[in-house]
């Protein structure tokens, strides 16, 4: 503290920003223009003023603001520190005198040319990436602009052609209304005409309304009777269907069986009747062999006849 004025060392200002003192070194030097300081001894102390400016810069740092931002920022929110010359001592050559009187030389303001040059350029780049962005801004801005101009030219041809087509149906409605009304007329007419039949026939229906009704009711209690009739007939039917198809069932399964068994049967003849042609075949055989005549005992029945008859 000095006078009341808070005093900063660069190992200060990197604790209350919490950055690395390396990094405040390199802030330090490279924004010196904007951030005040004073020599004790031989080092450098920083006011107040200094680690606003410091603050600024940690957080355009942290925000991501490039350098050209950071220098236009600063340029506009920060004064330029001066470079103050030292006061000469007395004797030094550089005091004039006018009129017999020593005169001192007053503080000189230096201007750093390279500085403002650099300051100038760093505007400039900004100021033309500035331009640069809103020309591309505003192209940006044509192309949705002309895209909007053919959105809604495209809207305006459909809401010509919905326009057209709206007339002519109104045009059709027109027309068909017309015709609707025609045929409205017309059914009007042909409706009075049958209501004015409807109500003749009335009339003479209401004079035969009693026979009617009595032959109504008449017809109804023969419908009803025919009814029962004919559900009770439908009850027998079903109850002769469901007779029917057990019958059906019951002669589908003596069917089975008399195919199986005319089927074993058929087996059994079949083979009958192969025992029988081998039968055959052995009686023809043998009567084969029985008429075929024995040389043995044919010679003695032609020498004794009479013995032959004798045998008989």
Known sequence: MDNGKKLYSVSDLAASLNVPRTTVNDWLRKYDRYIDFE???RRKVYTDDSLAVLK???????????????????????????????????????????????VRHLPAVNFDVGNFLHDF???ENWQARTRRRGFLIMAVLMILLLGAACATLLLLGQLLTL?????NLETRLAASGSE??????????????????VEAAGRSE?????????RLEEQKARFETVLRRLEKTEKLQEREIVRLEKENFRLRAELDTAAKLLSTRQTA????????????RKIAEQEKH???PDPSKSAPAKASPAGEKKNE
């Open 180 to 197: 609707t009304k025609l045929l409205r007329e017309k059914a009007e007419k042909e409706f009075r005409a049958i209501a004015e039949k």
């Open 206 to 214: 209401r004079e035969a309304s009693s026979g009617i009704e009595k």
């Open 39 to 41: 020599v004790r001894g």
């Open 121 to 123: 350029e760093q505007r």
């Open 290 to 292: 029985l008429q075929k």
């Open 56 to 102: 600024i810069i940690s957080a355009a740092k942290d925000g991501g603001t490039g350098s050209a931002e950071l220098e236009a920022e600063l340029a506009s929110r920060c004064a330029v520190r001066p470079e103050i010359s030292p006061l000469p001592e007395d004797g030094d050559p550089g005091a004039v005198s006018s009129g017999g009187e020593e």
């Open 163 to 167: 326009r057209e087509s709206s007339r």
């Open 269 to 280: 003849l079949d083979r009958a009747e192969s025992a029988l042609a081998e039968a055959r």
